[in-house]
């Protein structure tokens, strides 16, 4: 793979917003379940029950046949969870009628051997490159489901300290919000998938051009798709992702719908809000070096959840209730 090929695909995942906007957006996993066997759907079922719904072109499906709903850019968090819950209730409803239950749950336990409802050569490609490090790949595709909250990258300084905040908050904030814990829990199955590609740790906060930091992960994860540096920049699963204008936070379990906004607006108050922001990041900076045993911990139910609580302004209390 050409060094500088891959830095200059790589610059375009950096390139950041033109200015300073708080849009918020979110993608939200669900397991589609027969009401009567407690099976899984297969998305053709799913698919013939929207037709023609306003919301359909938001639905895509993972390969084990979680359905998942993209939501477009809304102006704010409280815009963003709005739409999704109503969005949420409308595809619940139509399902119901045709015997299907949305499950939010972050892991649902799948037979690895269970065949996927998608297969496609890259997907194909990626199991078997998965398989190599065990079933967690296979169990990753199947039985796993997350909230992922897509935020405004901001220009200058104020957008490199959105990225390095959020490598270094995300392990108290993954505890917080863990629905699941263990070594069968959804972030432990993300840990196991392949190190290389996933970054865990504090490899992308090495040095001061996180550009070439992210080029360095590209360059040292195993390539096994057959297109080109772009494709292959596809197959990179880091908690934060890199996409140009925003930054998508993947790392978080599924929430309940009811639930989103402690997560969502918790992230971007953190993110937009410069004084905390900054000051924040200041609080976290000896963080760096234990990164890769706060993922752990975190994964394993032991990671420090009052602090991910007081990184979202959240009172634990309201999140019990």
Request: charge should be positive; charged fraction near 25%.
């Amino acid at each position: 793979m050409d060094p500088q090929q891959l830095r200059q695909q790589v610059a375009k995942l950096f390139a950041r917003g033109p200015r300073r906007s708080t849009g918020t957006a979110v993608e939200q996993e669900f397991f589609s379940i027969a009401l009567v066997s407690g099976g899984s759907v297969d998305p053709a079922r799913v698919r013939a029950a929207i037709i023609g719904r306003p919301y359909a072109a938001w639905i895509s499906f993972e390969p084990g046949g979680q359905v998942e709903l993209s939501l477009p850019r809304a102006r704010g968090p409280a815009a963003a969870v709005a739409q999704l819950r109503e969005v949420t209730a409308a595809l619940a409803n139509d399902l119901s009628r045709r015997g299907i239950v949305l499950d939010s749950r972050p892991v649902r336990p799948v037979d690895p051997a269970t065949p996927r409802y998608l297969s496609s050569p890259r997907y194909d490609a990626m199991e078997s490159y998965f398989d190599r490090f065990g079933p967690a790949g296979r169990r990753m595709m199947r039985g796993t489901t997350s909230t992922q909250v897509c935020l405004d990258w901001w220009p200058g300084a104020a957008g490199i300290e959105q990225w390095r905040l959020l490598l270094l908050a995300g392990p108290f904030i993954a505890a917080a919000t863990a629905r699941t814990a263990g070594p069968e829990s959804r972030l432990s199955t993300w840990l196991a998938v392949d190190p290389t590609r996933t970054a865990f740790d504090d490899r992308l906060l090495h040095g001061d051009d996180p550009v070439a930091a992210y080029a360095d992960l590209a360059a040292t994860a195993g390539c096994f798709v057959a297109g080109g540096v772009a494709d292959h920049l596809t197959t990179l699963f880091p908690p934060v992702r890199p996409r140009g204008r925003y930054l998508e936070i993947r790392f978080p379990d599924s929430q309940p719908t009811a639930r989103t906004d402690v997560l969502v607006s918790g992230i971007a108050g953190l993110l937009y809000d410069d004084e905390r922001r900054r000051r924040t990041l200041a609080a976290l900076s000896s963080e760096r070096p234990p990164l890769a045993q706060r993922w752990h911990d975190a994964a394993l139910g032991t990671g420090d959840v009052d602090r991910g609580f007081a990184l979202l302004g959240i009172d634990p209390r309201r999140v019990a209730a």
